[in-house]
């Protein structure tokens, strides 16, 4: 509680600071600009204290998280995994699920999946092709045709949370949490209850990460669909969209529970 107190102080402090209203606060926070930043990066934090946790008494791995000005630097990862025994630090993006992504099966999909939205939210500019070229990273066509994705080594590991897949735009054009019935029946099934506030608690406390690689279409688990990409079967970029199978749950997209199993390898 004490914690609480503080954290609201701060809050307060902070508008005092910059002039603003901190009444009009949770309006402000729920204005449709700002919620998908406010809950993307919320998601950041989510999974750092996640981390935090599971790994406290596993003196080989740290988290951390450096607060980087995206638009001054190319790279900035949203939090890292520092192994001491290898004294390598790895990378981890965090990202949520595409709003109502959720289906059950279509034609070329038959299977329940949805998608993890993974695009960068600012494109590619022609500088930024010229010096990853020169870096050897991709070539410049290659570069091109990707503009808005991410090469697989721009990070080591994906952390997602899918609670979002079953989010719709109300009509007050909020973004609010609400499965179908269709979705509510898949949703007993897979997490086992017929109880929808529990199933609404599982949703929020799993996770799940995959490596980048496998999300590539080089690692040869998917084709890349881009109509220009040069090398399709061999392409070294994430799709914007990858798919989060849910019959397929350990093979690419793994609960972030076993992370300490990616280390131990
Ligand atoms: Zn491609």
Redesign the pocket.
């Known amino acids: 509680m004490d914690l609480t107190k503080k954290s609201i102080q701060k809050i307060i402090d902070y508008c005092e600071e910059h002039g603003l209203d901190f009444q009009s606060l949770p309006e402000i926070i729920d204005e449709p600009k700002v919620a998908p930043m406010v809950r993307g990066i919320g998601f950041e934090y989510v999974i750092k204290n996640y981390l935090i946790n599971l790994l406290k008494k596993n003196d080989n791995l740290t988290v951390k998280k450096e607060i980087i000005n995206s638009q001054l630097t190319v790279k900035g990862d949203d939090l890292q995994i520092y192994e001491r025994d290898t004294k390598k630090s790895f990378s981890l993006e965090c990202k949520l699920a595409k709003n109502n992504s959720f289906s059950l099966g279509t034609k070329n999909k038959k299977y329940s999946h949805c998608s993890i939205k993974v695009m960068r939210s600012r494109t590619l500019g022609d500088e930024i092709i010229k010096r990853l070229s020169k870096k050897g990273e991709a070539t410049i066509e290659e570069l091109k045709?990707?503009k808005d994705s991410y090469l697989y080594n721009h990070f080591d590991l994906v952390i997602t949370n899918l609670r979002n897949a079953f989010y719709i735009t109300n009509e007050d054009k909020k973004f609010i949490f609400r499965p179908n019935d269709e979705e509510w029946s898949f949703l007993e099934n897979f997490c086992n209850t017929k109880n929808h506030s529990k199933i609404d608690n599982d949703l929020k406390n799993n996770h799940y990460f995959a490596n980048s690689f496998d999300l590539a279409?080089i690692s040869k688990n998917n084709i890349?669909n881009?109509k220009k990409?040069p090398n399709?079967n061999d392409?070294k970029?994430i799709p914007n969209y990858p798919v989060f199978r849910f019959d397929e749950l350990g093979k690419v997209w793994k609960n972030l529970k076993y992370i300490e199993k990616f280390f131990s390898i």
Do not use: K, T
């Open positions: 045709s990707h279409p890349c881009r990409c399709p392409c970029f």
